[in-house]
């Protein structure tokens, strides 16, 4: 009940083109969900996080969509460049946080091709 | 400079030598993790501390130690029981255990032969 289940595992887009993550949960105590963006050989950092009182959270050309009942969650980027070609991963954090780190799902490869 | 630093980038060790990675954070944070990241397994907790002299098992504890003497300093020991130490690991920050944000340092790629 404590995991993100992330996919796909690996992504190619064209550049230009739209990508496309998904993450689905179980766990209805999570009320957090942040997307991480790591460069190869770097630490993870925050891209963009989302809380369940909202749909949807723009920044720039990233988005998260998130549906409640569905318990799912999507990270989309809009115009994707050879520039976003790293690893992303999504994440959720429970109401009951202060016992429970951050759960991890297992990461998209991303690679945006001219 | 705040951030988190993490001491050697690139680190070898001969099998059955115990070995430490340094994490180090100026952010005045509460909470550290330690995570091990292998290819196609994501970031898999190793321990956590909350607070001073305090830390839990994570997922893949076994094998690994910690100490959290100060706040800013949160070393890991990987052991000459961890099986399978050849590894990218990652230390990281968060104002507290309940912030959903996680600052990470640069990682440590320890390989063992």
């Known amino acids: 009940q404590q995991q993100v289940k992330q996919s796909p595992q690996s992504l190619i887009v064209q550049k230009g083109g739209i990508s496309i993550i998904n993450c689905a949960y179980e766990?209805?105590?999570?009320?957090?969900f942040p997307w991480y963006q790591q460069f190869p050989g770097k630490g993870p950092a925050l891209l963009i996080a989302?809380?369940?009182?909202?749909s949807e959270k723009k920044e720039g050309r990233f988005t998260i969509s998130f549906n409640k009942s569905a318990k799912q969650f999507s990270l989309h980027i809009m115009d994707s460049q050879p520039g976003d070609s790293a690893t992303y991963f999504c994440?959720?954090?429970?109401?009951?946080?202060?016992?429970?780190?951050?759960?991890f799902g297992k990461g998209t490869r991303l690679s945006v091709i001219a | 400079d705040g951030g988190i630093t993490q001491s050697p980038k690139y680190l070898f060790r001969k099998e059955g030598q115990n070995v430490t990675l340094s994490c180090e954070q100026n952010?005045?944070?509460?909470?550290m993790y330690w995570y091990r990241q292998d290819p196609g397994q994501g970031l898999r907790l190793i321990y956590y501390?909350?607070?001073?002299?305090?830390?839990q098992k994570g997922d893949i504890a076994e094998g690994y130690s910690v100490s959290r003497e100060k706040k800013e300093s949160f070393p890991l020991t990987v052991t000459s029981a961890q099986k399978n130490p050849t590894a990218f690991y990652l230390c990281?920050?968060?104002?507290?255990?309940?912030?959903?944000?996680?600052?990470f340092g640069p990682g440590t790629r320890l390989t063992v032969t």
């Open positions: 990281a920050s968060s104002p507290s255990q309940g912030a959903g944000e996680q600052y």
């Open positions: 766990n209805t105590a999570f009320d957090y």
């Open positions: 989302i809380r369940p009182d909202v």
């Open positions: 994440a959720a954090l429970g109401e009951d946080s202060g016992n429970t780190p951050l759960v």
């Open positions: 952010l005045n944070h509460d909470a």
């Open positions: 501390s909350q607070i001073v002299n305090d830390f």
